[in-house]
């Protein structure tokens, strides 16, 4: 018989990783911190359950993205007011703001509901390779 085993979480106990996202492609990026962040990478997984793993992006405007998404994929956002629709392409956005484009890829990619915003939170993301989270002692994970 199967038996799911829970672990004893200590008080702010986070593995953290780190994840150069130079020359990186977009889809297998995030597929790979949402399974971090999720908990897939250990061996006490449980889908309901927070694994406490953390993850930091580092070199996020050089990230990539195939084929021709640079200028056809879009990006929607409304302020609520009529006529307060704003629509960014790829490129666009990734010189204003290049974190965004990873954000949205990987919050896609997590649960909906309570636990998948708790684990997003858990996600740090730079433009540039300099972090302030030198003292988690992050592990580096390469992404190819």
Known sequence: MNKTTFINKEKNRYDWFLIDANSATLGRLS???SRILL?????HYNPSQ???????????????VTGKKET??????HSGTPGGLTIETFRELQDR??????EKSVKGMLPKGSLGRELFTKLKI???PVHPHTSQNP??????
Do not use: C, L, T, W
């Open 31 to 33: 597929s790979e911190i």
């Open 39 to 43: 908990g897939k990478n250990n061996s």
């Open 50 to 64: 927070n694994i406490q793993q953390g993850v930091i992006v580092i070199n996020a405007e050089k990230v990539s």
């Open 72 to 77: 056809d994929k879009f990006y929607y956002r």
């Open 97 to 102: 703001i290049p974190s965004r484009i990873i």
């Open 126 to 128: 730079y433009k540039g």
């Open 139 to 144: 592990k580096k994970i390469n992404i190819n």
